[in-house]
């Protein structure tokens, strides 16, 4: 692995399907992040991690949940997934808050 | 919140210049810039942490005015792989790191 890695690429979900997609990091990063991406909208924080054993919600974070249970992962789940959260999400880490980010390739995530 | 990015998007011919400003209604404690290609994830280009700071990087340079609550990229004499989206993102005090993403500047520059 080198630098940060997403997985799926892109899915495509039945509404009301439970789905994780995962986020890998092998720079030793202690912060980690979630973005969605939609078209017009920009990039906006869906859940964010400080350090391994915390998060916290950004902007967008109803319908979604995170852990971090140690320094390199950090998943993201849909409960119950609805077609609002069509979208590409980006998992992004840094070494520290406020510094620079990371991006990861992208997963396109497709609810019908 | 979420900053205001202008213009929306700018065509450019190779060697041309750009200006993109990013201007934020909040007090700022840092701005920073990322491209993004078509396809791809965005990618950093730079952080400026202080009022009235300004940075380069290659032909691309910014500023940042702290008392306006606004952050300037200048795209020097531009080159073909500048096309992308740019995006500011803004830290606000106390928001523990956190961006809050403008909606970007779509940047083509054509031959």
């Known amino acids: 692995i080198a630098g940060i890695t997403q997985a799926p690429t892109s899915q495509i979900l039945a509404a009301g399907r439970r789905m994780t997609l995962r986020c890998t990091q092998d720079?030793?990063?202690?912060?980690m992040y979630w973005y969605r991406q939609d078209l017009g909208l920009g990039l906006r924080l869906i859940h964010y991690?400080?350090?391994?054993?915390?998060?916290g919600k950004g902007e967008v974070p109803d319908g979604y949940s995170v852990s971090r249970a140690n320094t390199d992962d950090f998943p993201l789940t849909l409960a119950s997934a609805v077609p609002s959260q069509t979208s590409v999400y980006f998992c992004?880490?840094?070494?520290?808050?406020?510094?620079?980010?990371?991006f990861g390739p992208g997963t396109r995530l497709t609810v019908l | 919140q979420q900053p205001v990015q202008s213009p929306q998007a700018v065509i450019l011919r190779e060697g041309e210049d750009a200006v993109i400003n990013c201007s934020s209604s909040?007090?700022?404690?840092?701005v920073h810039w990322y491209r993004q290609k078509h396809g791809e994830a965005p990618v950093f280009l730079m952080i400026l942490l202080k009022g009235g700071e300004q940075k380069g990087h290659d032909k691309i340079s910014a500023s940042f005015n702290e008392k306006k609550q606004q952050s300037s990229l200048y795209l020097t004499a531009s080159q073909l792989s500048y096309s992308g989206t740019y995006f500011c993102?803004?830290?606000?005090?106390?928001?523990?790191?956190?961006?809050?993403f403008g909606k970007g500047t779509k940047l083509s520059v054509k031959p």
């Open positions: 909040k007090a700022l404690y840092s």
């Open positions: 720079m030793r990063h202690n912060a």
């Open positions: 993102g803004t830290e606000r005090g106390g928001s523990q790191g956190n961006l809050i």
């Open positions: 992004a880490s840094s070494g520290d808050m406020g510094h620079e980010q990371f």
């Open positions: 991690s400080n350090t391994a054993g915390t998060t």
